[in-house]
T-cell receptor
Framework: DVKVTQSSRYLVKRTGEKVFLECVQD?????MFWYRQDPGLGLRLIYF???????EKGDIPEGYSVSREKKERFSLILESASTNQTSMYLC????????????FGPGTRLTVT | GQNIDQPTEMTATEGAIVQINCTYQ??????LFWYQQHAGEAPTFLSY??LDGLEEKGRFSSFLSRSKGYSYLLLKELQMKDSASYLC????????????WGLGTSLAVNP
């Protein structure tokens, strides 16, 4: 079974703090993704990575950065957390071949106060 | 632009059949996915269609018509545990790594 794990289920941070969200997958998947999910807005792609040290911006990259130093690990960084970054953050991974089915981690519910 | 439309909410009765529709307008097409997401949990993969027709998997079936930009997810013999959000996602042409996501259909199954 594919397993995608995220470092925290719930996280509370203060405005201006630097926040690190970690994601690890154990199936040797090339592609990894970070989404946020908000009511009424659905899943929105923040960043994705198709190889170690490679990254591409998604639809809403502003205020975020990512790091992929190892194939199994993909980190999302909020450089200076703001209240509008309060959200559910979901990590996913997929193979680099058809059908590119994405497997999701359990999610991190981040609250910025 | 790229767009996926699904009904926002649906209700159905335990034991019945429900059909959840998805229409899409994308720059090319390389496959359509259905995911199930229970409240507070991550999405889980249900089905994948890349050719026209019906794919059956137990109580769940998914249909695709590429010429109409249309898909549906059919759930038979509904159970209470099927109460969840159902997400339609399309892999468009060009960047095969990304999916374009619909907002999801929240299904409530009543006894």
């Amino acid at each position: 079974d594919v397993k995608v794990t995220q470092s925290s289920r719930y996280l509370v941070k203060r405005t201006g703090e630097k926040v690190f969200l970690e994601c690890v997958q154990d199936m040797d998947h090339e592609n990894m993704f970070w989404y946020r999910q908000d009511p009424g807005l659905g899943l929105r792609l923040i960043y994705f990575s198709y190889d170690v040290k490679m990254k591409e911006k998604g639809d809403i990259p502003e205020g975020y950065s990512v790091s992929r130093e190892k194939k199994e690990r993909f980190s999302l960084i909020l450089e200076s957390a703001s209240t509008n970054q309060t959200s559910m953050y979901l990590c996913a991974s997929s193979l680099r071949q058809d059908p590119y089915e994405q497997y999701f981690g359990p999610g991190t519910r981040l609250t910025v106060t | 632009g790229q767009n996926i439309d699904q009904p926002t909410e649906m209700t159905a009765t335990e034991g019945a059949i429900v059909q959840i529709n998805c229409t899409y307008q994308t720059s090319g097409f390389n496959g359509l996915f259905w995911y199930q997401q229970h409240a507070g949990e991550a999405p889980t993969f249900l089905s994948y269609n890349v050719l026209d027709g019906l794919e059956e998997k137990g109580r769940f079936s998914s249909f695709l018509s590429r010429s109409k930009g249309y898909s549906y997810l059919l759930l038979k013999e509904l159970q209470m545990k099927d109460s969840a959000s159902y997400l339609c996602a399309v892999r468009a042409a060009g960047n095969n790594r990304k999916l374009i996501w619909g907002l999801g259909t929240s299904l409530a199954v009543n006894p």
